[in-house]
């Protein structure tokens, strides 16, 4: 199977009740944790670059390493997404060099110029068979370079929905319920403490979700900053050197509900540089003699492939998907 859009998978997870898992990728041991998983939960998934992945790891490097994975599991549907594109001219470079599906995200921008630019790069998207997400509202955190304060986010305006997805032609849009970037979601002051003091955070705007699905029968909802911060990995960091205090993430229980109801994508990158760095700073500080990085990279990919295919079980439900 050759990379495909998103059209097909969003259809069949809006109508089964379950999301597809954007994974973001930087390099061959994420390409391959992730895909292994996804083999042989036999899942379909989207493998996304960011902005700074493609500074970080250059675009031809990032896209021979998802053709890599295309080749080594031909059963399974796999979508290559760029996340955040800034403009429609990083958006046009992905669409000429590969990729199957695009983000523009113009929501820091009016909502009249969110919709010129956003329609510009439908349009050459479609011209050229890649799909395009589009956001409304802005969420709060640190995704790359942008950093947005909890007090600027803002929900997404439901009244808006209809009137942004005519005119521009998307094929699935980003909402701002209460996710956030990053794996610091929520200060300590916006949470409260369960009985045994562990933070909780507040809960998401299922209504803002609802009110949006309503007025957008079967169109395909995405979920931005939704890592869960598993606490383990958080211990782990923090056990072998890191330090990285009240780090918190979505509930995969509300997650989970968001997937059962017009929530088709969600994304993740947070839990696995969490596993990834966990994994290596354990093995370094368990053995301090070793150098070659084949042996601290391996169980940090054995990690990310067992976090994944928690993700697909038990969170996203889109294990078993892949026809
Ligand atoms: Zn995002």
Redesign the pocket.
């Known amino acids: 199977m050759a990379l495909v859009t998103t059209k097909e998978m969003f259809r069949k997870a809006y109508d089964g009740g379950y999301a597809i898992g954007a994974f973001n990728v930087n390099n061959m041991e994420i390409v391959q944790g992730i895909t292994e998983a996804c083999r042989e939960e036999h899942s379909p998934v989207i493998l996304q670059v960011s902005k700074g992945a493609r500074a970080y790891a250059n675009h031809t490097y990032l896209v021979k390493l998802v053709e890599a994975a295309v080749i080594e599991c031909p059963e399974i549907p796999i979508a290559l997404h760029l996340?955040?594109g800034p403009d429609f001219e990083t958006c046009k470079s992905c669409i000429d060099g590969g990729f199957t599906s695009v983000m523009i995200d113009a929501s820091s921008k009016p909502f009249e110029e969110n919709i010129e630019i956003t329609r510009k790069v439908v349009e050459y998207a479609h011209d050229h068979g890649v799909v395009v997400e589009a956001e409304l509202g802005t969420?709060a955190g640190i995704?790359d370079d942008v950093k947005v304060a909890a007090h600027a986010a803002s929900y997404t305006r439901p009244e808006e929905v209809e009137e942004f997805v005519t005119k521009t032609g998307c094929d699935s849009l980003a909402i701002a319920i209460g996710t956030s970037?990053g794996a610091y979601k929520f200060t300590p002051e916006q949470c409260t403490r369960n009985e045994k003091g562990v933070l909780v955070p507040p809960p998401l705007r299922f209504d803002v979700l609802e009110e949006v699905s309503r007025r957008l029968p079967g169109f395909p909802i995405v979920l931005?900053?939704s890592s869960s911060v598993p606490q383990e990995y958080v211990k782990m960091v923090n056990d072998n050197g890191g330090r990285m205090p009240d780090a918190i993430g979505i509930p995969e229980d509300e997650l989970r509900h968001a997937a059962s109801l017009s929530v088709c994508k969600i994304?993740i990158d947070s839990d696995l540089r969490l596993a990834m760095t966990g994994t290596i700073r354990q093995f370094l500080n368990e053995h301090p003699e070793k150098f070659d990085p084949r042996e601290y990279l391996k169980p940090a990919r054995a990690n990310i492939k067992e976090l994944v295919r928690h993700k697909l079980r038990d969170v996203l439900g889109c294990a078993g998907k892949a026809d």
Request: charged share 25%.
């Open positions: 996340d955040h969420l995704e970037h931005h900053g994304n």
